[in-house]
């Protein structure tokens, strides 16, 4: 049995897509953490500490199928859950693997010792070039680094016909806060170039935001990833904030541009080539600026698409 630990059942769609990307190759029985009250089948509740310690004891494998969990910027305590998980399969002497991991940002000092807990697994699988670089600054072992992409992007979606859309995620924070002024000019500009104007929440939080920050959005979704992808995929441009935002344009050739309120997401725009179109203070000028040259982008996305889904595919070879 495999445990596979993330941040699951929560609600948030690129978790989601994670934990279905993995389920769909995977061929072992398996047991889930679940951060939510609602009971499933095979889902472990994480507040259920006792259980947990059980699943652990009892798991032939530990897994971590992918997500930006190893950072303390949401919280310490979180790190130090997941890592603590690390350190107590360790003593139980069970195999831990962890694929398609983003690491950072680490902040505080005791962040730091706990990262040291990593070198106990047996592979740490990075989805971005700045989380490497993270991963030998705090001298990971580099037997246990491997150079990845993002796990979903091994989920093969249908392509819907592009429409004449500008999507828009956003998330609370500093940066998106920033730019909300010039996106309502940009919005309202291809507004009157005849585009509709779409909010695509990637959990509850960003939904609220997205109905409440100001700009006209002719619809807000927020649904199941397959959904959300599609929303992604329809739009002709796209402004992504939540790193699989940014994923989902990528699998679906949609030219974007992205917010970089985490390192995750410069990490992946870099990996991709297109860092020059990643910004933590977006202007209306460079938005102008990107729309005039979306069609620059869709091709680098198009050049780079084949190399990341290989990249994403390497995950599996690991366990």
């Known amino acids: ?117 990593l070198n106990r697994v047996e592979v740490l699988a990075i989805r971005d070039p700045i989380s490497l670089s993270l991963a030998n600054r705090f001298r990971l072992r580099s037997n246990i680094l491997k150079e990845v992409s993002d796990i979903t992007l091994t989920l093969d979606f249908p392509l819907p016909k592009r429409e004449r859309i500008l999507g828009i995620n956003l998330r609370y924070c500093r940066e998106s806060l920033d730019v ?66 940014a994923v989902f344009c990528v699998k679906s050739l949609t030219p974007f541009v992205a917010i970089d309120y985490d390192p995750k997401v410069r990490g992946f725009m870099r990996q991709i080539g297109l860092e020059e179109y990643c910004f933590k203070s977006l202007s209306f000028n460079d938005l102008l600026d990107f729309y005039s040259n979306k069609s620059s982008v869709e091709k680098q996305i198009s050049k780079k698409i084949n190399e990341l889904e290989s990249l994403a595919y390497k995950n599996f070879e690991f366990v």
């Open 1 to 117: 049995m495999d445990f596979l630990i993330g941040f699951f059942g929560a609600g948030n769609v690129g978790d989601d897509a994670i934990l279905k990307a993995y389920l769909l190759k995977n061929k072992n029985e398996v047991r889930i953490l679940w951060n939510s009250n609602r009971s499933a089948p095979n889902h472990v509740e994480k507040r259920k500490v006792f259980e947990v310690l059980k699943n652990i004891m009892l798991a032939e494998r530990i897994i971590f199928p992918g997500g930006g969990i190893i950072q303390d910027k949401t919280s310490l305590a979180s790190l130090i859950f997941y890592t603590g998980i690390i350190f107590i399969a360790s003593l139980f002497k069970k195999r831990v693997y962890m694929l398609s991991q983003s690491l950072g940002p680490i902040e505080n000092k005791i962040s730091k010792l706990f990262i040291k807990l």
């Open 180 to 245: 909300l002024q010039d996106l309502k000019m940009f919005s309202e500009k291809l507004r009157e170039e005849g585009y509709a104007i779409r909010g695509v929440a990637f959990d509850k939080e960003d939904e609220r935001y997205l109905k409440s920050c100001g700009i006209k959005f002719d619809e807000v979704i927020y649904k199941d990833f397959l959904t959300t992808f599609r929303s992604v995929a329809q739009c002709e441009i796209f402004v992504a904030t939540r790193f699989h935002s």
